[in-house]
């Protein structure tokens, strides 16, 4: 019965590896989520800041942009050229955005181009709210892939929006 490998003191032994196994994995990867949440939390901040100066920059660069003829483009430049630097090169939207910027520095005022500047501006800086809302809410495993579906989705009635009006100033146009 001695040479019997199933006694009580080896499953003791087999059961406090296992305990010990399972302690040290728990461990592994709490240390990694905490780290991935302390880096998230930090991103969070930074994209707060990112929302709270370019919204101030869009805002001078619009009040500017309604004073019409006694506008002053220089100041519009500085403004634009700032808010270029916080863009992402690969972002459509951004793109847009800044396009519609030199569109309404480069022209007369009019209340259309107003609303399309609005709207981009508004739809960028939702867009990066709510990028950051869901990495903010446990998404932190997802992939970038699947973020940016998931921000489309909850952007997607304001990017109605902004189609419907960029229709509109094609119409418009013609």
Same mark, same amino acid.
């Given at each position: 019965?001695?040479?019997?490998?199933?006694t009580g003191a080896n499953w003791s &032994?087999?059961?406090?590896?296992?305990?010990? /196994?399972?302690?040290l994995l728990t461990v592994v990867f709490?240390?990694?989520?905490?780290?991935?949440?302390?880096?998230?939390?930090?991103?969070? /901040?930074?994209?707060?800041?990112?929302?709270?100066?370019?919204?101030?920059?869009?805002?001078?660069?619009?009040?500017?942009?309604?004073?019409?003829?006694?506008?002053?483009?220089?100041?519009?430049?500085?403004?634009?050229?700032?808010?270029?630097?916080?863009?992402?090169?690969?972002?459509?939207?951004?793109?847009?955005?800044?396009?519609?910027?030199t569109l309404c520095r480069e022209n007369?005022?009019?209340?259309?181009?107003?609303?399309?500047?609005?709207?981009?501006?508004?739809? /960028?800086?939702?867009? *990066?709210?709510?990028?950051?809302?869901?990495?903010? %809410?446990?998404?932190?495993?997802?992939?970038?892939?699947?973020? *940016?579906?998931? *921000? &489309?989705?909850?952007?997607?009635?304001?990017?109605?929006? *902004?189609?419907? %009006?960029?229709?509109?100033?094609?119409?418009?146009?013609?």
């Amino acid at each position: 019965m001695d040479s019997c490998l199933c006694t009580g003191a080896n499953w003791s &032994n087999a059961a406090a590896i296992m305990t010990a /196994v399972a302690a040290l994995l728990t461990v592994v990867f709490t240390t990694l989520i905490n780290r991935k949440k302390l880096a998230m939390q930090g991103f969070a /901040v930074h994209r707060m800041d990112w929302i709270k100066e370019v919204r101030q920059m869009i805002g001078d660069f619009a009040c500017e942009y309604i004073k019409g003829e006694e506008k002053d483009k220089d100041k519009m430049f500085m403004l634009q050229t700032r808010i270029g630097l916080f863009m992402r090169q690969n972002e459509e939207d951004y793109h847009k955005l800044l396009a519609h910027m030199t569109l309404c520095r480069e022209n007369a005022y009019n209340e259309l181009d107003y609303e399309l500047l609005m709207l981009y501006s508004t739809y /960028v800086l939702n867009r *990066v709210w709510r990028r950051m809302m869901l990495e903010g %809410k446990g998404k932190l495993l997802l992939s970038n892939k699947r973020i *940016v579906e998931l *921000v &489309n989705r909850e952007t997607a009635s304001l990017k109605a929006l *902004v189609d419907k %009006k960029e229709e509109e100033k094609k119409n418009k146009g013609k």
